[in-house]
């Protein structure tokens, strides 16, 4: 059973940056890819970005394109979702997850994190 860790979320003003992690319990490099989702309050939650198993390709939402950037550390088992010029519409409890493949959409994933909240104040 793959176990997955978030932290790094906070309160932060507008145009501001936060790094969120995802730790694994085990290596996932070649075997899952790890999107991030959000999710805010009364809303559906909604694909942030992914980075595929293997290669690494990285997908976003338009709305964070040139905003946000994944990446991860192998070595450390972890993936990051750094955060940078923040609004108020970014405010949501973040998630990362865990699937075969990168999709948009959250009912394709097996494997979820508790998540963690990203205020950002105006």
């Known amino acids: 059973q793959l176990q997955l860790v978030e932290s790094g979320g906070g309160l932060v003003q507008t145009g501001g940056s936060l790094r969120l992690s995802c730790a694994a319990s085990r290596l996932v490099l070649d075997y899952y890819s790890i999107a991030w989702f959000r999710q805010a309050p009364g809303k559906e939650r909604e694909g942030v970005s992914c980075?595929?198993?293997?290669?690494?390709?990285?997908y976003y939402t338009d709305s964070v394109k040139g905003r946000f950037t994944i990446s991860r550390d192998s070595a450390k088992n972890t993936h990051y979702l750094q955060m940078n010029n923040l609004k108020p519409e970014d405010t949501a409890v973040y998630y990362c997850a865990a699937s075969q493949g990168c999709y948009m959409d959250y009912t394709k994933y097996n494997y979820w994190g508790q998540g963690t909240q990203v205020t950002v104040s105006s």
């Open positions: 980075i595929s198993k293997g290669a690494g390709t990285t």
